[in-house]
């Protein structure tokens, strides 16, 4: 009896800060369907009109398309880039290599708007404010930190010996990077890629700075509309990123354990 | 058998590694050069920025607030997140994966998607205060109070310190604490002597990554807060870009790099150790 009073403690304590966590992301489910715009909890009505006010009215949708493309474009480049960069990392043992990494890893350190401001200043010398290019290349910036530690965990536990006999059998680097290291290192790439995806499609104090209103991103709407009024709206794009990623992660999940079984 | 994958001249692996650094070097060295190199010239040369900024009040007010708003955060967040994650390092597979994924769940929607969601539970009608209401106590004003800020940030940041700490509590030996107590040390003795000095260096881990960010925090004490919770980060991005001052601004962002840096540096040493405790136990 004595052993079970702390753990029933425990447990009641950690079920309160789960709810804690989770609950905020789950209040806005029921706020999208509201029949009214208000965004007052718990919402009175029921109605699909900001589902479909997401989808027609193109000030939403078309910010949806631009954050998507970005996010893909950042994810390649970010990925290419910052996996190179683990690699090099990896071979170079000793200070350097250390060194490098710190180096890369300081943009999630830099605090976001004072990155931003500077970013805004050089891009209102070159012309890159509201482009494609301003923001891509902005965005790689903050995804290639997670690229590097995704793949250079990945890397920290592949055995490199591994390298060295399929060149002692006669492999071409070319050939032993792409049939030995790429696939053993590939979970790591795959979540470097995902987390870099999520970096930019999710990023917002940059963009705010950077956009424009011809080329906003998914999130510089969802704050611009905040600022402005109570649109639930902005609670059904919520509700729409999260049922994707349960969708993404659900079958992640599946595929996952499935893998594993076999 | 690390000579062997060193090979190649240490310029091969060197190549690799530039690309990524010339996406920081354009994208990160240039733009914070451009604010330094701005804080010492616009209007005028000289430190006049810094003068003003160390002159007026507001600033040296707002200043002290996110000090103190980010420790309050970073307390919250050790306090919140230490039994957590004890209970992940000892819970089973199942429960241990259900704990993880109320950890990540907050991460699926767009972060401001989530401030969102504390603006509609804080407001003065929201869920928190009809709940305080229905149990019979009194109103408590939440958004664009310092509360509220302090409550949304802390919810936010709180994965950043439940991941270092679970990855250093699930290195502890639990043998240890039953050696303890079958020497006859009272439970409470083990915790302290035992258990928590060993849980430190993901104590000072997450609390260093919780603080640093806590610093430099934007769109939550923005949405959350009012005139009496503004922190650095709104100040400056007023400068800019509603007054134009891009010195003043600048000198701002300066100051703000430099305490972000400065804390990092004066807590590395703490969570040096962490390598070393760790690197001991393999």
Excluded at chain 1, 193 to 216: M, R, W
Excluded at chain 2, 142 to 158: A, D, K, P
Aim: proline share 6%; hydrophobic share 55%.
């Amino acid at each position: 009896m004595k052993l079970h009073l702390p753990r029933l403690l425990l447990g009641l304590t950690c079920l309160l800060i789960a709810i804690w966590l989770v609950a905020p992301t789950l209040v806005v489910v029921p706020m999208s369907f509201a029949g009214k715009k208000s965004l007052a909890f718990p919402p009175s009505g029921f109605s699909l009109q900001w589902y479909e006010n997401f989808f027609t009215n193109p000030q939403w949708f078309g910010s949806l398309v631009v954050s998507a493309k970005v996010a893909l474009m950042v994810a390649v480049a970010a990925t290419v880039i910052g996996t190179m960069a683990a690699i090099g990392i990896e071979r170079m043992q000793s200070r350097a290599g250390g060194l490098i990494r710190a180096v890369l890893i300081t943009p999630m350190i830099v605090p976001g708007v004072v990155l931003a401001v500077g970013i805004y200043a050089v891009y209102l010398d070159t012309q890159l404010v509201g482009t494609w290019t301003g923001y891509v290349l902005a965005h790689t910036l903050l995804a290639i930190p997670f690229v590097v530690i995704a793949v250079g965990a990945n890397l920290a536990v592949f055995d490199a010996r591994l390298e060295v006999a399929a060149a002692s059998l006669g492999a071409s680097r070319l050939a032993t990077f792409f049939t030995i290291t790429l696939p053993l290192i590939l979970p790591g790439i795959l979540s470097g890629a995902l987390f870099a995806f999520v970096t930019s499609f999710d990023e917002v104090i940059v963009s705010l700075f950077i956009t424009s209103p011809q080329l906003k991103t998914l999130p510089v709407q969802i704050f611009s509309s905040m600022t402005r009024d109570a649109d639930p709206t902005v609670a059904a794009v919520g509700s729409l990123i999260f049922m994707a990623t349960s969708l993404i992660i659900g079958l992640g999940l599946i595929f996952g354990t499935r893998r594993r079984g076999a | 058998m690390a000579s062997d994958t060193a090979r190649p001249p240490w310029r091969g692996p060197f190549l690799l590694t530039l690309p990524a650094l010339a996406v920081l070097l354009l994208a990160m060295a240039v733009p914070l050069a451009v604010i330094v190199l701005r804080s010492f010239t616009d209007p005028e040369p000289g430190i006049g920025n810094y003068v003003w900024f160390f002159d007026t009040k507001v600033n040296l007010t707002v200043l002290a607030r996110t000090f103190k708003i980010s420790f309050w955060v970073t307390l919250c967040c050790v306090v919140v997140a230490y039994p957590y994650a004890f209970a992940m390092s000892v819970a089973g597979p199942r429960l241990r994966l259900l704990l993880i994924l109320c950890v990540l769940v907050p991460f699926w929607v767009s972060g401001v998607v989530r401030t969102l969601a504390w603006v509609i539970l804080l407001q003065d009608s929201g869920v928190i205060n009809k709940g305080l209401v229905w149990l019979g106590f009194d109103k408590v004003k939440l958004i664009r109070t310092q509360l509220g800020v302090t409550i949304g940030m802390t919810q936010v940041l709180l994965p950043f310190m439940i991941m270092p700490l679970y990855a250093v509590m699930r290195g502890i030996d639990l043998r240890l604490l039953q050696a303890a107590r079958s020497l006859g040390a009272h439970p409470v003795k083990t915790f302290f002597q035992i258990y928590l000095p060993l849980s430190l260096p993901g104590v000072f881990a997450g609390a260093t990554i919780v603080f640093i960010l806590a610093l430099g925090f934007y769109i939550t004490p923005l949405l959350l807060g009012g005139p009496q919770s503004t922190m650095l980060s709104t100040l400056i991005q007023q400068q800019v870009l509603s007054l134009l001052n891009w010195g003043r601004g600048g000198a701002m962002g300066v100051v703000l790099l430099l305490a972000t840096f400065g804390f990092l540096a004066a807590a590395s040493p703490f969570m040096r150790q962490k390598y070393r405790i760790s690197g001991g136990s393999r």
